[in-house]
């Protein structure tokens, strides 16, 4: 991650305040989910570096944006302040904004192997699953609805949009890399949306029981706003019976599917079941 | 422009507000210059039209973003109120990074219809030209220095990275379509540097002459906010004279090179001069 961002230079805030959202101590699921996958496909992983690193920096941005003081107000993220309390305002925008357009210059640049095709192809996957019929558009719903009571569907449209999609986009970048096509394709789509359900709920989860010393940022926060989680529609018994379903089922099709080799997706899976931050 | 935003329909705010703020009166100075080169070089202009509507769309997100209250904190943007007052602070963001993403899905999709090698190389100038080494990264000096005084080379800075670098996009991406090179691309590119250093010049002088009436947002707010300006740091005749300069010899390398053939590039220059919004 450091080799890509070491040619920038100027102006200093900008290049400062990238690396201190990029280097914040993220657990980089996303990347380590595209690696593991090209890795189970048998496919040379330094083809997905450029696209591992896009991702997190697509991530991180979003994660900036989330934090002013117009969306979620945060002061804390990981234990650090955020990129705005510790940068200003202006700048933290502007930092989003440049990690964004940073990740496509990483996709397009020549550091990206793979064919122009396939570039292409990355390139039109990445900007649905980040823009507003993805990303963008599960964190404007859930806007909307703070303060508002939402129904279980539009919860679930928040959190396929919001995080569901850029946790698939890995999975369907790796598949693109690879060229794999048929059963194992499938499977590996299905496994991409239960982790990504599953991890959401487990947010919604560690809201509610996690500890701030090993979450790093406010606990309670969505009680307090009033949103409406897995937790608040279905209660916590009923939340946690869900996440061990969907997990469970997550890794059963990759270990039909693969066998041992999958033991690193399963693991995965329990990883953010179990996971404490 | 249409066409590309019609297939967006959720969430209707951030659709909404996409299309508010691309379809607010602009200049549509940038596809114009691209549609411009692609003709004078003999080009079949369809082939530029998503590059143009992308070029457009990161226009458009960058005021947007520019206009936010803690950045420039402009009520008015040609006569209309900015995004964030329209919509609100939150939604302005996203809906600033919705138009931003939504530009790399146009240069990406099967619409362009392009070579994948060319679209990659299209992608890859933008993002520089975008991002912290281009227009970011002259936003982001041009804060630094409000309330302080800077010198003419961290103006220049501003000016080339502020507005001049997206200001050539469009010539760079037809002189990649077109496969232009040798004199002919030297000279539109010179003619590019010149015009959208004359831009900037011209924007200055109307801030201080313009009439609100034609140019739809405040008079008078660089010096409010005691920013730095040709006007201020050379004073408005000297500005003038350098405006004319520029102008003078956009017009007269596209004479030397292309003719008659030229005369759409030379009245777009001429416009740069005479426009009063």
């Not at 904004?97 to 570039?119: C, G, M, P, R, W």
């Amino acid at each position: 991650m450091r080799d890509y961002l070491k040619e920038l230079i100027y102006p200093k805030v900008i290049v400062e305040g990238m690396k201190y959202s990029i280097f914040n101590g993220g657990k980089r699921l996303r990347p380590v989910l595209l690696l593991m996958v090209l890795e189970l496909l048998e496919e040379d992983t330094n083809l997905g570096l450029p696209s591992a690193v896009a991702i997190e920096m697509i991530h991180a941005y979003s994660l900036v944006h989330d934090d002013l003081p117009a969306l979620d107000d945060d002061e804390y993220r990981r234990g650090k302040l955020t990129t705005h309390k510790k940068f200003g305002e202006a700048e933290a925008i502007l930092v989003g904004d440049a990690l964004l357009t940073y990740a496509f210059l990483v996709l397009s640049s020549k550091n990206n192997q793979l064919t122009s095709e396939k570039i292409v192809e990355i390139i039109k996957k990445t900007s649905i699953a980040s823009g507003s019929c993805g990303m963008i558009g599960g964190q404007m719903v859930d806007i909307e609805y703070e303060n508002k009571k939402a129904d279980l569907p539009t919860l679930q449209y928040i959190h396929t949009h919001k995080t569901g999609m850029l946790l698939k986009l890995p999975v369907e970048i790796a598949l693109i890399i690879s060229g794999t096509v048929g059963k194992k394709q499938d499977v590996l789509l299905e496994y991409a949306d239960l982790i990504g359900l599953a991890f959401q709920i487990k947010d919604d989860i560690l809201d509610v029981e996690g500890e701030f010393e090993k979450l790093g940022k406010k606990i309670g926060s969505d009680q307090i706003s009033d949103k409406s989680t897995y937790v608040s529609l279905l209660g916590l018994e009923q939340s946690k019976k869900i996440l061990n379903e969907k997990i469970k089922k997550a890794n059963e099709i990759i270990k039909k599917e693969f066998g041992e080799k999958g033991k690193y997706l399963i693991k995965l899976a329990d990883f953010i079941r179990e996971r404490e931050k």
